[in-house]
């Protein structure tokens, strides 16, 4: 293993979404985060937190990424609980391949559970551009009313 990691590639596709240059349902955006929904749900209401700024992940983010993150990680947390009367939230963040990571743009995934409901494996199935709009509204209608 070499100690170096790898660079920022900022033609990752989180980066493009950053930029506009690809489509996504965003739930939520303040000065550092961004909040939308992931493309392959692996359950509904599945929803990605970003930094605004580069970060590969958990080994070259900053204090700032993390602390705002991790803030708007509750935030949407709470929101999903309303909106998918979910019991809980598993959140996940992996880092590096070797680690489950395949997008390489720092984010947290955040998973709204009912008891007994297993997450979906990674199909690689994008989900109905519908289905995902619809998910977005209820989450930003949620976090209007938290
Ligand atoms: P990870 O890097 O944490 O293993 O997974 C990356 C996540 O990004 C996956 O859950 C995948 O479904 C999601 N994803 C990959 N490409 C896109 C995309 O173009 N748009 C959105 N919204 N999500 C994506």
């Known amino acids: 293993m070499s100690d170096a990691l790898d660079a920022y590639d900022s033609d990752n596709i989180f980066a ?4 506009g240059q690809m489509t996504a349902h965003t739930v939520f955006e303040d000065a550092m ?10 359950a509904d209401g599945h929803c990605l937190v970003i930094p605004k700024t580069p970060a590969r992940n958990i080994f070259d983010a900053s204090a700032e990424q993390l602390a705002t993150c991790m803030l708007t ?3 949407i947390s ?6 998918f009367a ?3 939230i598993t959140i996940q963040q992996f880092n590096e391949r070797a680690g489950g990571q395949v997008v ?7 998973l709204p559970r009912h008891a007994g409901v ?23 209608a ?5």
């Open 16 to 19: 493009k979404i950053l930029r």
């Open 33 to 42: 985060t961004f909040a939308f929904m992931d493309i392959m749900p692996r």
């Open 73 to 75: 990680v509750q935030l």
């Open 78 to 83: 709470r929101a999903a609980r309303l909106a």
């Open 86 to 88: 979910a019991e809980g």
């Open 104 to 110: 390489f743009h720092l984010h947290y995934h955040v």
């Open 118 to 140: 297993s997450l979906r494996p990674h199909t690689g199935q994008m989900e109905k551009t519908e289905i995902l709009s619809a998910n977005a509204d209820k989450l930003r």
């Open 142 to 146: 949620a976090l209007a009313k938290l």
